[in-house]
């Protein structure tokens, strides 16, 4: 958070819970850190409910609003303005194109409901494990070297998307949560998670298998960039 000055005084944060581990880790933290933190923040959770019925929220909003409430936090549920069909999701061979659909929907929401309420900062659960495989998705299969950051301002600085778990891996998030005591909520994913970025997961613990301190190498490549020592980019490009 001090690398990238995530957080400033007087800062409204919209924390994204979707009701995995990450994200429920990420509130209790950001929580946690206000109270002895130098200076003084807002924080809201919100959650994208994929599920509602008829009668209300799905389980996942229903499990979701307990955790939060233990941490503290206040739980504004939205429920999902788009979401995908589980009969053609099953059936689609571009699966990764739904994904893509599905977290913009998300984002879209999430990026209105910051504005509708003051927010000036949306803080994610992304954590070192997505960092590196975002940059091998972006990789493969869309041609370009970038991945996500712990900091990224837009609308011209309106607001800020924030990444305060870039710095921890998977494992030592879920060592966290149970120490807390926090139960994920499971997926709604029609896919069941069988995606692209899935695939990515395990290509990159084969490759950390294979050679010892390749996680640490990657993640610090992604900030040693020699720009100079890359190709130009033309219109003879084949993909």
Known sequence: MHDYAMLADGDRVLVAVSGGLDSLVLAWL????????????DLIAVHVDMEPGDD???EAAVVTSGIVGRIGLPLHVLP???????EASAAA??????????????????????HDSGCTTIA???????????????????GNISTMVPRQELFGGRLALIRPLAYLDKHEIETIGRQLGFAPVR???????????RDIHYLAEHIYQQ???????????????????????TGGRRL
Do not use: M
């Open 187 to 197: 997926s709604g994913c029609p896919l069941r998670e069988q995606t692209r970025r």
């Open 80 to 86: 999902a303005r788009w979401r995908p069909d589980p």
């Open 124 to 142: 994610f659960g992304h954590h070192r494990d997505d960092i590196i495989e975002t940059f091998l998705l972006n990789l493969t299969c869309a």
């Open 56 to 58: 209300g929220p799905g």
């Open 211 to 233: 050679i010892p301190g390749a996680k640490e190498h990657i993640f610090a490549a992604l900030g040693n960039v020699r720009s100079g020592y890359l190709l130009k980019q």
């Open 30 to 41: 950001l929580a946690d850190w206000r109270r002895k933190a130098p200076i003084a923040y």
């Open 93 to 114: 061979p571009g699966s990764h194109d739904l994904c893509f659909q599905c977290a913009r929907s998300r984002r879209a929401q999430l990026f209105a409901h910051a």
